[in-house]
């Protein structure tokens, strides 16, 4: 607000002059000008016209007032605090109250009930994760990325690889096996022999090969081969080689015999050139 | 928490200076007012900074503040007067000739604060009742000292026009 604010019909009063010899009027002083006659008038009917009383509800105002105070010291907050702890702090008359609430902050409540249902959702995730009871594509997802950070989850693609490859591995084993006693027993029975081939028909390129084995004797020492390798692409030399063999029977069965693995190969092979 | 003792001073050194402004302000029943105003004032004061003078001026806000929204009450919610039987049931209430005039001073002031604006009555008010400086009626209007004091010369130059005018006599 400036001095161009004031009306024309004000004009002329000057703030300061007034607020001066208000001044005067109320330190008790008479204005020396008569001038202020009518504001020192106006000042001395204002002060009859609302003079001082006594307030008669002086105890009943303070008593509220102490009320109010205990309540809110009783709710963990002094009514009244040092301007400056500088010195040390002041000492309370009545001590901490007993029960001291610290209320959680807003954002500490909202983020707590944000994180709980999330920390809640993790632990079942992980616990059906670890036992492996997570849909397909979640378990496969959960265990690749645990997998990542050092943890051995049961994945997707564990569980459906897994026996396939125990299985070959079983198959390799006994063939492993079958090499074993080929090589170990020679001149072992036939039935040991015939054991191992049984065990190889769990698959089925190698009941082909036993197949083979049943229509020509001589091709054992192919299903040695076979015991190394189910492929079926051997089998079918197999089966070539016995035919041929079938033809030379009649020449050098002591040839097989003393060649191939399978003494009691031989020993057919032989009757069979007889024939 | 503060002690009793201390309540009170504080509700003494200010107290009468705070009733004067409300009944002058013309707020029914200045007296609850006044209650309310101190608790009000217990309530908040520990957010309040500064010394004894920024004290009493804050005081003089609240009650300010309080004057206000009683006003507005009692707009919303006039007070029925009350009959004649009433009042003659309560009995005699003093001297009628002192009544008499101060309820013809109050009449005359009354229509002299009429004449000003909210803002002039409250700066005169408080500067004249409330006995505080142009600083501190700053802080209890909420305004910068220079406008107070503006605000100041417009009532008293409304005032002495009135005066002049003969509108109302001293």
Same mark, same amino acid.
């Given at each position: 607000?400036?001095?161009s604010?004031v009306?024309?019909d ?6 300061n ?5 208000? %001044? ?5 002083q ?7 006659? %009518? ?5 001395q009917?204002?002060?009859e ?8 509800? %002086?105890d ?6 102490? %009320?109010?105070s205990?309540?809110?010291?009783e709710?963990?907050?002094?009514v009244v605090?040092?301007?400056s702890?500088?010195d ?8 901490l ?7 959680m902050?807003?954002s500490t ?5 944000v994180?709980?249902?999330i920390?809640?959702?993790f ?6 994760a670890v036992a ?6 979640v378990q496969?997802?959960v ?23 125990d299985?070959?591995?079983?198959n390799?084993?006994?063939?492993g096996?079958n090499d074993d ?8 029975d ?6 191992d081939?049984g ?8 009941q082909t090969?036993?197949d083979?084995?049943g229509e020509?004797?001589?091709?054992q020492g ?6 190394e390798?189910?492929?079926s692409a051997?089998?079918s030399g197999?089966?070539q080689s ?16 003393g060649d191939?693995?399978?003494?009691g ?9 007889g024939? | ?6 309540w009170?001073?504080?509700y003494r050194e200010?107290?009468?200076a705070?009733?004067r ?6 707020v029914?029943?200045a007296?609850d007012?006044?209650g309310?105003?101190?608790v009000?004032?217990v309530?908040?004061?520990?957010g309040f ?12 806000a609240i009650?300010?503040n309080?004057?206000?929204?009683e006003m507005?009450?009692? #707009?919303r ?26 309820g013809?001073?109050?009449d ?7 004449r000003?604006?909210p803002d002039?009555?409250d700066v005169?008010?408080?500067r #004249?009742?409330g ?22 010369a417009?009532?008293?130059?409304a005032?002495?026009?009135? #005066?002049e005018?003969?509108?109302v006599t001293?």
């Amino acid at each position: 607000m400036s001095t161009s604010d004031v009306p024309p019909d004000e004009m002329g009063w000057d703030p300061n002059a007034t607020d001066d010899a208000l %001044e005067q009027m109320l330190s008790g002083q008479t204005p020396t000008s008569d001038e202020w006659r %009518e504001l020192a008038g106006f000042v001395q009917d204002l002060h009859e016209a609302a003079p001082a009383r006594p307030l008669v509800s %002086e105890d009943l105002h303070v008593a509220a007032m102490v %009320e109010t105070s205990h309540l809110i010291a009783e709710n963990g907050d002094p009514v009244v605090r040092p301007v400056s702890n500088a010195d040390a702090p002041a000492p309370q008359v009545s001590g901490l109250p007993k029960l001291r609430r610290k209320p959680m902050k807003r954002s500490t409540r909202t983020l707590v009930r944000v994180l709980a249902p999330i920390a809640a959702i993790f632990t079942v995730m992980g616990s059906m994760a670890v036992a492996g009871a997570l849909p397909h594509p979640v378990q496969k997802a959960v265990s690749h990325a645990a997998g990542t950070v050092g943890l051995n989850l049961p994945g997707d693609d564990e569980s459906t690889n897994v026996p396939d490859q125990d299985d070959q591995g079983e198959n390799a084993d006994d063939q492993g096996d079958n090499d074993d006693n080929q090589g170990d027993s020679s001149t072992t029975d036939t039935a040991i022999t015939t054991n191992d081939q049984g065990d190889q028909s769990e698959s089925s390129d190698t009941q082909t090969s036993a197949d083979d084995q049943g229509e020509n004797d001589d091709s054992q020492g192919d299903n040695n081969n076979q015991g190394e390798d189910t492929q079926s692409a051997d089998t079918s030399g197999d089966t070539q080689s016995g035919d041929s063999q079938g033809g030379d029977t009649s020449g050098g069965g002591d040839s097989q015999s003393g060649d191939t693995s399978g003494g009691g190969d031989s020993q057919s092979g032989d009757s069979q050139g007889g024939d | 928490m503060g002690a009793e003792w201390a309540w009170r001073e504080l509700y003494r050194e200010t107290a009468p200076a705070v009733d004067r402004y409300l009944r002058a302000r013309g707020v029914p029943d200045a007296d609850d007012v006044v209650g309310e105003t101190f608790v009000n004032v217990v309530r908040a004061i520990d957010g309040f900074e500064g010394d004894e003078t920024a004290f009493r001026a804050w005081v003089f806000a609240i009650a300010r503040n309080r004057a206000t929204d009683e006003m507005r009450r009692a #707009i919303r919610h006039p007070i029925v007067p009350a009959s004649i039987e009433e009042l003659d049931d309560r009995g005699p209430r003093g001297d009628v000739e002192t009544e008499a005039m101060e309820g013809l001073v109050t009449d005359r002031i009354g229509r002299l604060l009429d004449r000003l604006t909210p803002d002039q009555r409250d700066v005169l008010l408080l500067r #004249i009742l409330g006995d505080l400086t142009i600083e501190q009626v700053a802080i209890a209007v909420g305004r910068k000292p220079g406008a107070v004091k503006m605000l100041q010369a417009r009532g008293v130059a409304a005032i002495r026009r009135e #005066i002049e005018r003969g509108a109302v006599t001293l």
